[in-house]
Each structure stands twice: as C-alpha cells, then as structure tokens.
C-alpha cells in the first residue's frame, strides 16, 4: 500500500512536485473559489428562508464532516509515515518530517474539544472562534501560496494537503461567511488565547525535547527535522524551515530561528491571519449590506407604486 501512495505521478514539474500555479494549483484555487460560492449562495438562501441563522445541527454535520476527513487523511498520511524508514533503510523508523506539530495540524484538536464542550460558554466560544478564524488562515494562505507544502513527488502527499488545507478553508470559512463566528474584533482577542497558548507550550516542548535528545547524544544533521518533532516549526534550536534559508545580516541560522520564535512568529501570523478574518468576515458584511440596500430600493419602490 506504501508503494501505491507513494507512486510519482503528472503533475511534477522540474523540481520532482507539482509546480506553483500550475494546472494543478490553479485547480485546486478553482475548487475552493467554487465552493466558497457554494457558502455565500447558501448563507443568502438561509437568510431569506430562516432569517440568517444557521442551526445547531446544521453547524454539527458541518464540522463533523470536515474533523472526519481531516483525520481520515492524516491517519494514511502518519501510516506512510512510519513505513518511510523502514522502505528506505533508515535508522529511524518515524519520518518526523510528517508529524502532526504544524500550526495547520491544531484543528485536528481543536475542533474535537469544541465538540465535546456541550454547553454554550465561553470556553466553547473561544476554541469556535479558533477553528473559524486560524483554520481559514491556515488553509486559505497554503492554498496561494503553496510554497515547500507540495514537498514530495508522490500523488498522495500532494493530494493529502490540498485535500487536508481545502477542508481548513473551507470549514473556517463557513464559520465566518455563516456569522457562526462573528466579525468582531472579541474574536479575534478570544481566538488569540489558544494561539498564544500553543505558542508558548510549543516553545517549551521544542527545548525539552532538544534538552532530552541532547543528553541521549542523539542530536545530529540527520536527526533535525526527522528524528526530532519541531513543535509548529518554531524550534529556536533547530534552523527554522521557515526564514533560515534568509540568512539577513549574516546571523546563522540558528540566531534567526530565534528571532523568528520571539518575534516574528507572535506578530506575523496573527497579522495573516487578521487578514484572512477580514477577507471573509467581510464577506459577509458585504453580502447582508447589498442585501439590505436591495431590500431598502424594494421597499422605496412599493411604496411609490
């Protein structure tokens, strides 16, 4: 099965994976502009037909749909994962490069805890409004800009993540073009919490895990990015994936992976993700303001008649 997941297939380019905004990211942009038109026909449809406000069951079957084929994706994608070194005759068994430590991974958590949280409160509402906002960010910024995420050559890897990042965007955005999660700036603040919290847990587990693997003597060039798990790629003791390849000012890697945990990391993607927010929170707003000057001109019309 291994073999067949992992098989080469047309859409590579030069570099050995399918190119950027080549025929098969523009389809993957088209399918997700497709549906995100699916969304805002079937918001206006809910607004004329139910006043606007989707059901708590509606929002159930969305979300359960969306975890379960997240997971269902991940669990072949982590099955590949631990065939790869035994394939290629590695050392180590588990390629780590495919653990489940990106920030697009934590919806794959998230969005169960919202589910098991029966009761409306304010625990509920902020991981809803984590799964609204960062999954739209996360998915919707990988789908234009693919970038190192089509990494390998074979059909399924590409095929997970395109699969994996559409579901992201399109789930995050249902919740905001929905008015699930509100366009509102105490969102954003409630989402923050469980970014900010990840953040700093993911700083501390990237420095044991270094500090425990150090001690073992099991740190090496091979080991980075394989053998040792680098929580949302923020390790600052690992050449970060990220900006290392950017070596401004002549500080090495390690120095700006550093740099890129402490300060980038905690400005830069809640900026993007503000952006995405307002992208398609605004969506919204557009849609109900065109609505209600509509109904405003058919009213004005009425009455003149």
Partial sequence: MYKFLTKPWLALGPSGRPP???????????????????????????????????????????????????????????????????????????????????????????????????????FKRIFQSFNGIWTTSSGFFVIIYPGDVFSDPSWFINIHTSIYHTILFVYGSFLLISGVVRYHYKEFLLSLIIFFSMWAVAIILNELTYQILAKKGLIGAVAIGYEVPNFITISHRVPSPLVSQYDVFKLGPIKWSLIFTLIFY?????????????????????????????????????VAN
Wanted: hydrophobic share 50%.
């Fill in 20 to 122: 950027l905004y080549g025929w098969f990211h523009l389809t993957l942009i088209g399918i997700n502009v497709l549906i995100i038109g699916l969304i805002i026909l079937w918001t206006i449809w809910q607004h004329k037909k139910f006043g606007g406000k989707f059901s708590k069951k509606q929002i159930l079957i969305v979300t359960l749909i969306a975890i379960i084929v997240l997971w269902g994706i991940e669990l072949i994608k982590q099955f590949c994962s631990f065939q790869y070194g035994k394939i290629h005759n590695l050392k180590y068994k588990y390629n780590f490069h495919w653990f489940i430590h990106f920030l697009c991974s934590v919806p794959l958590f998230t969005i169960p805890i919202y589910l098991c949280i029966y009761k409306e409160n304010i």
């Fill in 266 to 302: 905690p400005l830069g993607m809640p900026l993007l993700a503000g952006v995405s927010y307002t992208l398609l929170g605004g969506t919204r707003s557009l849609i109900f303001w065109i609505i209600s000057k509509f109904n405003t001109k058919q009213v004005k019309k009425n």
